[in-house]
């Protein structure tokens, strides 16, 4: 490869110090990226530390001072550029030219993936339920899904692990993966921070109902474009006639925007079926079912992992491919 890259015309150099690499610049972020997402799959979650958890806490605090007074909306919209700006422009600013703009934007992409502790979490729920420890397969899945999970059988267990892992594939990886493509790391933290309001306050419960409106709205825009091309590539990795049906059918149904189309691709090329009743805040919610075929099961949580890694995958290539023919 570096042989390649150095009989390149038009390569040149990104320089720190003494220290040379010769790259084409339209490969400088497809090659970030792949380094980015190599990173997160060798060493997952920084395990102490993590920066998002210092921004959750940060969140509360805004959340407590703003989440008050009679215009909720226009307070939540506040409350979510102060959270979020000030951490995108600080990335814009650190971004520099050469190989330490290059190293930072390896960081902050490796910083807002999420794929490496989306597997272990699905992965121990798989081994629970092969191990027919329900019990623990009910409290691990509750650890990535906000549905009550107490009282769960073990094909909604199963159904509940491979929801989350469709539509984190998209929302804990490749929609940082899209964003940072277009605007190197500051993208992916925009991505990242957006995603987490959401996840924090983009609740339709009594505190959240007004002030969590902007949050939810963002989150939406933002992920309109990454969900639809994460429900393509899981229709190409699967039963794809099945699963674009069931996105064209089952998707405009779905309370979310974006995790309709992608869990209903999801699940119709995985050939099962998911969504229906669950739990949320103490209340059933009657959702509409997703996908076609036979109830979950543990198995499906491999499947489903396995078809959001190939998904990924296509997508960096795609990248880099784009990258070569735009040199």
Partial sequence: MTSWLLSL??????????????????????????????LDRLLGEVKHWHPLVGFGTLANVIEAWFNRGPMRRVSGLLAWSLAVVPFVALAFWTKRGGLF?????????????????LAEHAERVAADLAADDLPAARQHVGWIVSRDT?????PSVAKACVESTLENGNDAVFGALFWFMLFGGAGAVLFRLANTLDAMWGYRTQRFLHFGWAAARIDDGLNFVPARL??????LFGRTRRALACWRAQAPVWESPNAGPVMAAGAGSLGVALGGAAIYHGQIEARPILGEGRPAQGGDITRALRLMRRSVALWLTIFIIGGIVSA
Avoid: H, K, N
Wanted: net charge negative; glycine share 8%; proline share 9%.
């Fill in 9 to 38: 015309p038009f390569a040149t150099s990104l320089s720190l110090g003494a220290i040379q690499m010769p790259v084409p610049p339209t490969l400088w972020l497809p090659f970030a990226a792949v380094a980015g997402v190599l």
């Fill in 101 to 117: 703009g290059w190293l930072i934007d390896v960081l902050l992409l490796y910083m807002a993936l999420g794929g490496r502790s």
């Fill in 150 to 154: 107490s009282e769960l059988d073990e």
């Fill in 230 to 235: 994460t429900a393509l590539s899981y229709a």
